[in-house]
């Protein structure tokens, strides 16, 4: 890299770089220039000239977090480089973010596929055929549209379907999904749902393990990707660090060298499997039965932390024979006086869980007594009561490891080796994401975590963790308190109205009935922002039948997603680099460029539609006034965070350690006192009217798959069981038509195992049919070793033109979890066969 000072020695905001001649005559990105890689590699512009500009955002790729922080080469008003910030703090040389992905910017901005004006539909839904009108137009459309569906219907007859990526409280819709009632925290999207009543749909993806941490507080023993350093074993469950966490791999290489030991449970022989010291194929879906089966190994063998599941845990708590818990109040006892409620100024009263002190021979509040009992079975105040770790146990019991060797397909042998290392060679961590996220029976998996870290003792302390955090969404480190906390006031709304959230999937059976949950639910006009349903959501011909309902389908999208194809309406949208933005309470991105065309930020898009809705006023800031109230915050005024700060500086790299203690404290997660592994109130997050069954959403459980199983009714039809990832040259849907990345990944391709590829005829590089009842994929087919003889690793992130024929998603299923709300993407079962060609 050509810069080894930071920008805070001496150089100035907007400071106009050296360059060298060479460099000079480099073409700019997104005119006709060569794109190779060598070129993207090399840091070309390595000098200074006039001509240039330094800008500091983001990459905008939807990778978990708020996406790494770049920063921007501008010349002759376009951008031309993106790289990686490689200013942080010397002491930090740890923080190192962005991939070549990232670096990919100045081609998104300036590709073939971006929308440059409003675009109307002018054939069939979906024909691809466009009519290019004026904003004005535009805009009376889509709000006269939306006025005649509310006139008609209510206010909940127009919808916003919002998905994650990018992060911006002007812009972006991302919000706190799990909370009830939905809060959100953009600026744009919240004021005017507030306003209008309208519905909102939440986005489906990565939903499993944001509830389960409602109900069982898992997230909240998470650690920064660093903690694995502490490890002695690690899990990498359900997870590949290398290809798509990318800010946490070299930790986890380093945990390894000094002398970790690194375990990866997972159905396909992944870049970080590779590197494991313990690899166990698992069987799709049947992750919750491994972990019981661990489990039941452990109590067998005696290798648990019973000071941890008494005093840590949830396990002495008395279950009584309802479900419920014996709480104070059952006994006729007072509540216990808890932490002043800033509503009402008062302590709050605690009608705390009961449990049994054995050495005082008496019953009482578990935040009073330590070391309660944690086995046996009691009768108190008329109530027949057993503690929860009895309970757990017997309800546990079938998940021999014998009979996980068979259901998971791994052997015996090497579930009992990772139950030792994980019980004895501590600490310990297991870290997760989306592998165990993405099928029906998701949810039990993250409770029964909790039951298998809680018997171990691995949680709350060094080394461990149930999840590990991304590191780009603290490399600007300037903001442990500031957050989007700072947002709450820029959101408030005079006579605000409480309209319905609801997971976006739920489309197709709310246009079937009109209704939700029991509910009147007329949506009509739906207006899809920072997602591309059609390309990553599950159940997609269900997905366009739905739409093919609606009065009115608005996409507004940058690009021309496989989404937008089925819009009536496509609004162009400005991307990161093209608008000024910031992640409340810290970071600001700037604005580095003009927007392409007659793009515009969905901060104007929404101002436009207030103003025609009949709301002129519901903006009542500008945009630098909404940023600056979010930015200039007591903390970030007291650390150098302010809106000048960073217009001053671009990009500020401060540490916890470098800044004022008082406020780095405030609004840090507090971790529960107990590990939750039995849930005495499980509740849906959606409120769609199915009764759950407390027996199995309460206690650890293992449920059968609902269709990627060995006893699913299709299994004989569909022997293979079809999966996605995210894969590493891929960020979602977002990296369309990039040539930088078309060389790293051409086209989408299957993967398959040799011994499945031979049985069908398959070689290396032919172009295959992968199939259900519900559709099909033509591409390319990699023949490996790497995946399991009854898997097919099926594309993900890719769209319609991308593939030889059909759609990967079309394979999937639209059911979701019904609990959590989260997409059963991987419910897959399939076949595939060498493709002739012939007509579908
Ligand atoms: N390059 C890249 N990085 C990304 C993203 C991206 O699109 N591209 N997206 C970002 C986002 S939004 C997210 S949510 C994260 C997801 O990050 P991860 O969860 O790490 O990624 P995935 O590839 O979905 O799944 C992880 C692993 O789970 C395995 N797996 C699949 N089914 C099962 C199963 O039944 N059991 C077990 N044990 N493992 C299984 C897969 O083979 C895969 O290796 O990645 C983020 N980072
Ligand atoms: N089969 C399968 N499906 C999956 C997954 C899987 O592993 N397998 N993973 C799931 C996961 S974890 C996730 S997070 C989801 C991701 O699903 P999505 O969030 O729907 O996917 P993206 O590709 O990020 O969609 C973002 C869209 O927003 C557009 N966009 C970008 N910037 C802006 C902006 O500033 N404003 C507006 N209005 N639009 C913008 C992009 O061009 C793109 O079309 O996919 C899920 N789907
Ligand atoms: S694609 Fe993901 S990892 Fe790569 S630069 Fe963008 S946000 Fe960072
Ligand atoms: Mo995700």
Redesign the pocket.
């Given at each position: 890299m050509s810069e080894t000072k930071s920008p805070h020695a001496g150089l100035t905001r907007r400071s106009f770089l050296k360059t060298t001649a060479a460099v000079a005559g480099a073409a700019a990105v997104g005119e006709a220039v060569t794109p190779n890689l060598t070129a993207l590699a090399a840091d070309t512009r390595s000098g200074e000239t006039p001509e240039e500009q330094v800008f500091y955002s983001a990459c905008g790729?939807?990778?978990?977090?708020p996406s790494c922080r770049m920063k921007g080469i501008v010349r002759e008003g376009k951008l031309v480089q993106v790289k990686p910030v490689s200013d942080y703090n010397a002491a930090h040389p740890e923080f190192k973010t962005g991939?070549v992905?990232g670096q990919t910017n100045p081609q998104r901005l300036y590709g073939t596929k971006r929308v440059l004006y409003p675009l109307k539909r002018a054939g069939e839904r979906g024909a691809g055929e466009w009519e290019r009108i004026s904003w004005d137009e535009a805009i009376t459309l889509l709000t006269d549209k939306m006025k005649a569906a509310q006139e008609q219907y209510g206010d909940s007859a127009i919808a916003f379907w919002h998905s994650?990526v990018g992060s911006g409280i002007l812009n972006h819709a991302t919000s706190y999904m799990p909370m009830k009632p939905r809060g959100g925290t953009s600026v744009s999207l919240e004021r005017f749902v507030k306003k209008t009543g309208a519905t909102v749909m939440t986005p489906a993806?990565?939903l499993c393990y944001m509830w389960m941490n409602n109900l069982t507080g898992y997230s909240t023993y998470s650690a920064p990707a660093s903690e694995v350093l502490n490890s002695k074993t690690i899990l990498l469950?359900?997870?590949?660090?290398v290809?798509?966490?990318?800010d946490m791999w070299h930790f986890v290489r380093k945990a390894k060298e000094n002398g970790a030991t690194l375990i990866?449970?997972?159905?396909?022989f992944?870049l970080?499997?590779a590197q494991s010291d313990l690899y166990?194929p698992?069987?799709?879906?049947?992750?919750g039965y491994?972990a019981l089966a661990l489990c039941n190994h452990i109590i067998d063998n005696d290798w648990v932390d019973w000071d941890f599941l008494a005093n840590e845990s949830v396990a002495p708590f008395l279950r009584k024979e309802d479900g419920t818990l014996l709480h104070l109040s059952d006994l006729g006892m007072e509540p216990e006086e808890g932490p002043v409620d800033a509503a009402t100024g008062k302590p709050k009263a605690i009608d705390a869980e009961v449990v049994y002190d054995e050495a005082a021979g008496e019953f009482g509040s578990a935040n009073k007594i330590s070391d309660p009992a944690v086995r046996g079975s009691f009768e108190v105040g008329g109530f027949k009561v057993q503690t929860v770790f009895d309970y757990v146990v017997s309800r546990i019991k079938e998940y021999t490891v014998e009979k996980a060797a068979e259901v998971c397909d791994v052997p015996a042998e090497k579930i009992e080796e990772v139950a030792r290392l994980y019980a004895t060679a501590k600490p310990a961590g297991i870290a997760?994401?989306?592998?165990?996220?993405?099928?029906y029976n998701s949810r039990h998996v993250y409770k029964n975590f909790m039951l298998l870290a809680s018997l171990t003792g691995n949680l709350g302390k060094k080394g461990t963790y149930a999840y590990l955090e991304?590191l780009q969404e603290h490399t600007e480190v300037g903001s442990p308190a500031g957050g989007t906390t700072s947002t709450v006031d820029l959101i408030k709304v005079d006579d605000a109205k409480q309209g319905v959230a609801v997971t976006g999937q739920y489309l197709p059976e709310i246009m079937e009935s009109g209704k939700f949950g029991g509910k009147d639910l007329p949506i009509k006009v739906v207006y899809v922002m920072q997602g591309n349903p059609l390309a990553c959501d599950s159940g997609r011909q269900a997905l366009i039948e739905a739409i093919k309902k609606l009065d009115f389908f608005c996409v507004a999208d940058p690009h021309m997603s496989d989404t937008a194809r089925y819009a009536d309406l496509v609004l162009p949208i400005a991307l990161t680099w093209e608008k000024e933005d910031a992640a409340g309470g810290y970071a600001l991105f700037e604005k580095a460029v003009e927007p392409a065309g007659e793009c515009k930020t969905d901060m104007d898009v929404f101002r436009m539609l207030a103003d025609k809705m009949g709301f002129p006023d519901l903006y009542d800031k500008t945009d630098e006034e909404y940023l600056r109230a979010a930015l200039d915050t007591p903390f970030n005024k007291a650390n150098g965070f302010t809106y000048d700060d960073y217009k001053e500086k671009g990009f500020i790299a401060k540490f916890p350690e470098d800044m004022a203690p008082a406020a780095a404290a405030s609004g840090a997660a507090t971790a529960k006192k107990r590990a939750v592994f039995y849930i005495e109130k499980p509740y849906a997050k959606d409120d769609n009217g199915r009764v759950l069954d407390m027996d199995i959403e309460r206690a650890p459980y293992f449920e059968e798959p609902l269709e990627?199983s060995v006893n699913s009714p299709e299994h004989e039809k569909y022997p293979l069981?079809g999966?996605?990832?995210?894969?590493?040259?891929?960020?979602?849907s977002?990296l369309v038509d990039i040539p930088w990345m078309n060389e790293l990944r051409p086209e989408p391709r299957i993967e398959i195992n040799e011994d499945a590829a031979r049985d069908r005829g398959i070689k290396q590089g032919d172009t295959v049919r992968v199939f259900n009842d519900r559709g099909f994929v033509v591409c390319k087919a990699v023949v490996t070793k790497g995946?399991r003889p009854d898997c097919i690793?099926l594309p993900?992130?890719w769209q319609t033109d991308d593939f030889i024929a059909g759609h990967s998603t079309d394979l999937t299923r639209v059911d979701m979890d019904p609990i959590t709300g989260n997409s059963a993407y991987?419910e897959i079962l399939c076949e595939v066969e060498l493709y002739d060609g012939g007509a579908e």
């Open positions: 790729g939807n990778c978990g977090g991939c992905k994650y993806a990565d469950w359900g997870i590949n660090p290809g798509a966490s990318r990866t449970i997972d159905p396909r992944q970080s499997a166990l698992v069987r799709p879906a049947t992750d491994l997760t994401y989306q592998g165990c996220g993405h099928y991304h990627a069981f999966f996605s990832v995210h894969e590493i040259y891929h960020a979602q977002v995946i690793l993900h992130g991987n």
